[in-house]
């Protein structure tokens, strides 16, 4: 059982498995097989989800999908920990199951929602790599939309290129340009609409994403440009509501430059920033189309369960 979480929590930690979603589904197909793991008792079993949830929340440390999942399912084993190990098993794994459904929904519902605000002519951008954007892009094209999309390459990871490959493999027009020409072609390429992803969304409306989200808000801004964040309500941060601390990822410098070649020179890799409410036109939820401060009202409502605890 532990090897199980700890190749979970690796892969997660080392970007195997990668994306808010991603790595929120990961989880929770992890506490499934630990759900049929050897134990004596409910009890017991209950016992060893709480720890294998807490290993896996600290995988990384910035999107709360992953411990909104993880706790989400901890809640519910809590919930039903009155049962016999059998019925136990049964019923949790269950619930697992419809969680993971319920967010693959979430994703196709985002798309086809979100397919309306793509334009024909659209010049969209984005940046880094997200599902759920990439999900929206594609429906908006098989609903006949024709736009055309610039990806950034995203250092130091370069997700970007993973977007770039599945937009352009699906017919979309794709061009890929460096992080630094965001300024240069909202200009030049008369974009109109940015469209990312999002990691976590605090209760005020803003929200955390890949590393250089927020300057793009910025050019957006500037420029007039919409600014769309497609996002599953999984990303809402309840801990928001009591006023949490805003975590940001710091990853290895070896990601950016091996150290050995800059003697002397200290490399800092945030892997996230925040982009403040006021950049942001809109979400894209699974619930619809609302302006950031509406996500209080969401947050408030889908979490009612946690703000309990
Ligand atoms: C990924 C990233 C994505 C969000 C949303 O960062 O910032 O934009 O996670 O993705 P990393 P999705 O590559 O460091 O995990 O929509 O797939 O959940």
Redesign the pocket.
């Known amino acids: 059982m532990e090897e199980i979480v700890d190749k979970a929590y690796e892969d997660i930690k080392t970007?195997k498995v990668?994306?808010?979603?991603?790595?929120a589904i990961s989880a929770a197909e992890t506490l499934k097989k630990v759900v049929f793991s050897d134990s004596e008792d409910t009890q017991e079993l209950l016992q060893k989800l709480k720890s294998s949830g807490e290993r896996l929340k600290s995988a990384?440390p910035t999107?709360v999908?992953l411990p909104n999942a993880v706790d989400y399912i901890l809640h519910l084993a809590g919930k039903n920990s009155g049962l016999g190990l059998k019925d136990f098993r049964g019923k949790l794994s269950e619930s697992i199951d419809g969680f993971i459904e319920e967010q693959n929904q979430a994703l196709k519902k985002i798309a086809e929602i979100g397919s309306h605000l793509v334009e024909d002519r659209d010049v969209i951008l984005t940046?880094?790599?997200?599902?759920?954007?990439d999900m929206l892009l594609k429906r908006a094209w098989d609903d006949g939309k024709r736009f055309e999309v610039f990806c950034t390459e995203t250092r130091p990871?370069y997700?970007g290129h993973i977007t770039a490959r599945e937009l352009s493999s699906h017919g979309i027009p794709t061009t890929l340009v460096v992080d630094s020409a965001v300024h240069l072609l909202m200009k030049e390429m008369k974009v109109d609409k940015v469209v990312?992803?999002?990691?976590t969304v605090y209760a005020n409306g803003d929200m955390i994403?890949?590393i250089g989200?927020s300057q793009i808000a910025l050019c957006a801004k500037e420029m007039d440009v919409d600014f769309i964040v497609?996002?599953?309500s999984l990303?809402l941060c309840p801990q928001s509501l009591l006023g949490s601390k805003r975590e940001i990822e710091y990853r290895d410098p070896s990601e950016i430059i091996s150290p050995d070649k800059l003697p002397g020179v200290k490399i800092l890799n945030p892997?996230?920033d925040i982009t403040n409410a006021d950049y942001i036109t809109v979400f894209v939820t699974e619930f619809g189309v609302i302006p950031p401060e509406a996500v209080y009202h969401l947050l408030r409502e889908k979490f009612g369960w946690e703000l309990k605890l």
Not at 18 to 23: E, K, T, Y
Not at 196 to 199: F, K
Request: charged residues 30%.
């Open positions: 970007m990668r994306g808010a979603l991603d790595i990384r999107a999908s940046h880094c790599n997200s599902d759920t954007v990871r997700q990312v992803g999002a990691d994403n890949k989200t497609a996002t599953e990303k892997a996230f």
